[in-house]
Structure formats: C-alpha cells, structure tokens
C-alpha cells in the first residue's frame, strides 16, 4: 500500500474511533457498571455516566489509527485474489494484527476508564496517578492479556462477517456498496460479534477492576470466568450484554460508516484513484478512492 493509503487509514480510522468513542460513552459506562463485582447501583447506578471520558477521549484516536493502519498494511502484505477462498483468512489474520497492535494503546486508557467508569467521584488523573503510583506501569497494562483474548475472537467474527456482507450486498446490486450500506453491514456485524464475546469482556472488566494483589487481578481468563460463573452462572458470563450489543451495533454502524466515508474524502483530496481490491466476484470492492465510486470497508469496537 503506498503512502497515502496509510495516511488516509490512520486519520480516518483515529477520526472514525473518536466520533464512536464519545457518542457512545454513556452505553459503556452502564455495560461496565453491570458488569462491575459491585452490583451496578453500587458502581453508580445511571450518575455520572461521563466518568472517565477524558481517557476515552486521548486514548481514542491513536488506538483507532494503530488498528487501521495495521490492518491496511496486514492486509496490503498479505494480498490474495479478490476470488481467492482464502479472502476470509486474510482478512482475520490483518484484524488480529490490528487488536494486538491496537491493544498496546487500548488497555491503559481502558483501565483508567473503566475504573473511573465504577468510581465517578474520582478524578480521571487521580485514578491515573494512584495506579502508576500503587502498582507501576504493569498496573496500566492489567488486563492486556484478558483484552486481547476478547478482541482477537471478536474481529475473527466481526471482521470476516463484515466483509462478507458487504460482497454479497455489493455482487446482488451489481455496484459496489454505498457508505451507508457498509455502515449497516458493520452494525449487523458487529453486534452479532458482541453477543458471542460477552463472557470475555465480562472477564476483561472484572480482571481490570480487581483490586491489587487479589487472584483475579492476576489475569487468568479462565479464572475470572470461573469465579463469574460459580457466583453468578449463566446471567453474570452475560451481565451488560444488552447495552454492549447496541453500543457496538451503533459503533460498528458509525465506525465502518465514519472510516469509509473519511477515508474516501482523504484519498479523493489525495488525488488517489480507486484501485481495484478484495472484493467479491465481478465487483471492484474495497481499497477505493473516490466517494461516488469506491466506498471502501475495512475496521472494527
């Protein structure tokens, strides 16, 4: 991919993340609330839904552009036929290149977040400060693993499913897909992708808000799952999963949407011509440039 694929990429996937990030915030703070080991009313209950926002709001841009940069790329390196039954592979492998990339920037802004999210009369820096001073840089990054493990399987469906709705909307209408079209694929996509991945963010939550020194905050997924389902059985593995559905549903709606319609715009003011890519059989779908011609795809929450 040449150099101004990856610029529009970056700024568009960081533009993309912002705009879901802060639109969605208060979905995230009730989905962390019901999943918090306190019992939501505890945690906040519906007060102070914009706990935690400012580490949202740095964290957001610079973690979107590093999964979308590293997906273009991933994907650019890995370059297969547009017909070629190994598309799907391709496009897992590049999303969880992305995750694991993504994620080095992801985890602590996640961690100062959800604990601001659980403790609203806290300060967002004081939160920070008390982590970097309590338990070090490592205490930053609890969690990584437990991320990771959730966000891999969740682009492995998200991503795949994505792709493949917009190449068949694409190859029934004979054009490829709108930006709007690519958005509602995106929100079907991502929402399905949320319910089966519930118990791992529940795992992810509970691992991150554990206190220091205790077995869960150790990170072991398995273990964390465990201990949900033993306390709580089937109802805690699934606990926010209704608004976790419908942030991600509205996200993937605005993310994919957001990103395609940005990136487009960058690459037409980039003078960059659409070039044909992965689509779907007798279709040019995806690494477009003009807005009317190639509404392009690419992620992913």
């Known amino acids: 991919m040449d150099r101004p694929g990856f610029t529009a990429s970056l700024v568009a996937g960081g533009v993309a993340g912002v705009a879901v990030d802060l639109i969605l915030f208060p979905l995230d703070t009730i989905k962390t609330r019901l999943q918090s080991p306190q019992g939501f009313n505890k945690a906040g209950g519906f007060r102070g839904i914009y706990a935690g926002v400012p580490s949202a709001a740095i964290g957001s841009f610079p973690n979107a ?14 370059h297969t036929d547009s017909s070629s039954y190994l598309m799907p592979v391709k496009h897992m492998l590049a999303a969880s290149a992305g995750e694991v990339v993504a994620c080095l920037i992801r985890v602590p802004s996640e961690v100062v977040k959800q604990r601001a999210q659980v403790s609203a009369s806290s300060r967002t820096f004081q939160i920070f400060s008390n982590i970097l001073y309590t338990e070090g840089i490592q205490g930053l990054y609890r969690g990584y693993k437990s991320t990771v493990l959730r966000e891999i399987p969740f682009s492995l469906v998200q991503f795949p499913l994505w792709e493949s709705l917009k190449a068949l909307w694409s190859w029934r209408q004979d054009r490829v897909v709108d930006c709007w079209q690519s958005a509602v694929c995106g929100a079907f996509a991502g929402g399905f992708a949320a319910a089966v991945t519930t118990p791992l963010d529940v795992a992810k939550t509970r691992i991150m808000l554990a206190k220091a020194g205790s077995s869960t905050a150790s990170g072991n997924v398995l273990s964390a799952l465990h201990g949900v389902w033993r306390t709580q059985g089937l109802s805690g593995l699934f606990a926010g999963v209704f608004p976790r559905v419908a942030a991600i549903s509205l996200g ?21 011509r659409p070039r044909v890519g992965d689509g779907a059989p007798g279709t040019a779908l995806k690494t477009g440039g003009a807005v009317q011609a190639a509404a392009r795809r690419e992620q992913g929450s």
């Open 252 to 272: 993937g709606f605005i993310f994919l949407g957001a990103y395609e319609r940005a990136r487009s715009l960058l690459l037409q003011l980039g003078r960059e």
């Open 65 to 78: 552009a590093a999964f979308f940069i590293t997906y273009e790329y991933v994907k650019w390196f890995l």
